[in-house]
């Protein structure tokens, strides 16, 4: 069974890591489009209904990147079947040692 047939059976009591799945699917079925303008978006973390994002590259100074972030949150909202806060945090990604 596919991801969209699946998505119809979630609630909002998907398990954490189904919740991280879908999330996860749904950033990259956009990442194509962002690597073209030379960005990208990043999952940072998920506390509750809040899903924290970084946009990376062109994305950081996009004019646009409020339009890309409230299609992301409705297509995940589409995908979990509840509401959700997508929330852009500031900064590049941390590189680590």
């Known amino acids: ?6 998505r119809t059976k979630q609630s909002s009591t998907a398990e954490p890591s189904d919740r ?8 990259d079925e956009i990442r194509p489009s962002l690597r073209r303008d030379r960005g990208d ?4 973390e998920i506390e509750g209904d809040k899903i924290m994002v970084r946009l990376t590259g062109a ?6 990147a409020g339009t890309t972030l409230a299609a ?8 979990l ?6 929330i852009p ?4 990604a941390e590189v680590g040692p």
């Open 59 to 64: 994305c950081m100074l996009c004019k646009l």
């Open 1 to 6: 069974m596919g991801l969209k047939a699946e």
């Open 41 to 44: 978006c990043e999952l940072v």
């Open 81 to 86: 079947g509840e509401f959700v806060r997508l």
């Open 72 to 79: 992301i949150q409705a297509r995940l909202i589409e995908w």
């Open 89 to 92: 945090l500031p900064g590049a």
């Open 20 to 27: 991280e799945r879908i999330v996860r699917t749904v950033l």
